[in-house]
């Protein structure tokens, strides 16, 4: 059972306009949320995160939603460029579990076209 | 401060052999977790531990080990390689594990089993 899935292998945009990208999860039980981006040949890195008493939390162009109730993130980037190209993972920990044991979803490769 | 460094970076291993992978924290980080990453798949978690005990441990079958030093530093063994253990073994690092903690990840030992 995946608890934590991204249902968009693959996502393109235009350079300059809005990425979304989506992340759904089962566990009633993950407090918190974070994205992660990686490129190639090189490990993950923390973009943003949200916790489960937040509904949005921005950091520049970067902004998480969070719907509890439909169980549904989603990460909004805005405007796109084309650095930011690469594999974006989603996230959950409980707090009872620790961060250590994260679950990620399987990933979205976002290409952002000049 | 210097990032978590995984050695090697490649390794070829034939089937039936055991590997040993290292990691090295970010300074004063004291939990590590180990995660398998397959082509298309999400990070699969292994184990964590802190202060040289493992806190959690993931679904994978007892093939696989891991341990932690005094110093935080990090090895995970295989026994008994098999095909499908062909992945890539990323280590990441936070300084309690705390629920919610941004992991900080190495860039990974890809190891192909033949």
């Known amino acids: 059972d995946q608890q934590v899935k991204q249902n968009s292998p693959s996502l393109s945009v235009q350079e300059g306009r809005i990425s979304i990208l989506n992340c759904d999860y089962t566990?009633?039980?993950?407090?918190?949320f974070l994205w992660y981006k990686k490129y190639p040949a090189e490990g993950p890195t923390f973009l943003i995160s949200?916790?489960?008493?937040?509904d949005k939390n921005e950091d520049g162009r970067f902004t998480v939603f969070l719907n509890k109730s439909a169980k549904h993130l989603s990460l909004h980037i805005v405007p796109s460029q084309p650095g930011d190209s690469a594999v974006y993972f989603c996230a959950a920990s409980a707090f009872e579990t620790n961060a250590g044991k994260s679950t990620f979803g399987d990933g979205t490769t976002l290409t952002v076209k000049p | 401060k210097a990032g978590v460094t995984q050695t090697p970076r490649y390794l070829i291993k034939t089937r039936g052999q055991q590997v040993t992978l290292s990691c090295s924290p970010i300074s004063g980080h004291r939990s590590v977790s180990w995660y398998q990453q397959t082509p298309g798949q999400g990070l699969q978690f292994l184990f964590e531990y802190f202060s040289e005990t493992q806190r959690n441990k993931g679904n994978f079958p007892g093939r696989f080990s891991g341990r932690q030093f005094s110093n935080s530093r990090s090895e995970m063994n295989v026994s008994t390689l098999e095909l499908g253990d062909s992945a890539l073994y990323l280590c990441?690092?936070?300084?309690?594990?705390?629920?919610?903690?941004?992991?900080?990840f190495g860039n990974g030992t890809r190891l192909t089993v033949t």
């Open positions: 566990n009633s039980m993950f407090d918190y």
């Open positions: 949200i916790s489960s008493i937040k």
């Open positions: 990441a690092s936070s300084p309690t594990g705390a629920g919610g903690s941004p992991l900080h």
